[in-house]
């Protein structure tokens, strides 16, 4: 199967995925959905800040298929993992530290995406080239303008790029806030017109230059120099939980207790991982990830021993509290910080 098509078992599973991803968070909020072009190929050019969440909530604000870019390396673990991630419409991207070789490897990979792009499916790939737990950016690599520009001298349509702003209230909890924003989109086809011998280092340097700028201007974004620390200190005091917050959190706490002892099975291993992680931006991807596999197991346990113990209308009941555990025990305990 080719990875601008879809499938029946993609399609149901991403709706699973997607309500996942959104149980993440209190608040899920979009800005900017107007500026997404609908009259030619789309290329996502996302801030990387929170591994694979970042990805996992790009996909949950598209409505219908998008392919992304991810690490060469990943692919090169196993031919099960390689299998795995492109069915999950994921193509290997390399970089410059994997090599000489590797990075030419990344021509055959740019033309499968152009060929996507032209069946109207978005691609996604992260400019900074690798995540970082700072509300800045990082100097943007040149893989999102070469596609782009293959792609706009390849297709007859025009291409863009669409800033996008990831911002976290929190890069290591859940239950906390997270708002996707999307920024006005950079007509390359016009580009390419106006530019036509654009491709080497010092031509694209004004691409990344004004795409560095619309990106900047979609996130909470502090200048990363000598007096960042400084300013995301005040930033943080500013934006401390109100004591409002924190009283009804503690109000609440017999709720947090319930919740927290029927959501024990797919909190508590999370949590013991989370602990061991060394990058602890992994944190929040590792408790979606317990709860994409543990939650179904646990509410099917639900579901056997609630119809046998209990009448229908208590296995339901027991059934729905144990679905919605996950969710609300860390939406309260992120409410007390």
Known sequence: MQIWEDSLGYSLGRVYVDGCTRGCFRRYTVHGRENIPTDGAVIYAPNHCNTLMDALVVLRGCKGPITFGARYDIFQK??????????????????????????SFNQNIFEEVVVSLSHGVPFCIFPEGTHRTKRSLQPLKKGVFRVALQAARTLSGPVYIVPVGLDYESYFRSGMDFTI??????????????????????????????????MSSLITYFPDDEN???????????HRPSVWRKIISILLFPLTLVT??????????????????????????????????????????????????LPWWGAVALIIAVALSPRLFYLLTASLH
């Open 228 to 238: 960042y620390d400084a300013a995301f200190a005040a930033w943080q005091r500013e």
């Open 181 to 214: 924003s999307y920024g006005e989109p950079m007509n390359i086809s016009e580009y390419v017109a106006a530019h036509p011998d654009v491709g080497d280092s010092a031509s694209l340097k004004p691409l990344a230059d004004e795409l560095f700028r619309r």
């Open 260 to 309: 927290g002892v029927l959501a024990l099975p797919v909190w508590l291993p999370a949590g013991l991982i989370v602990r061991k992680l060394r990058d602890k931006a992994w944190s929040n991807t590792a408790r979606f990830g317990f709860k994409l596999v543990l939650l179904p197991l646990l509410v099917l346990l639900a579901a056997v021993l609630g119809f046998i113990f």
């Open 78 to 103: 196993s031919p099960v993992i390689s299998s795995i991630l492109r069915w999950l419409k994921i193509v290997p991207l390399a970089r410059s530290r994997d090599g000489v070789d590797t990075v």
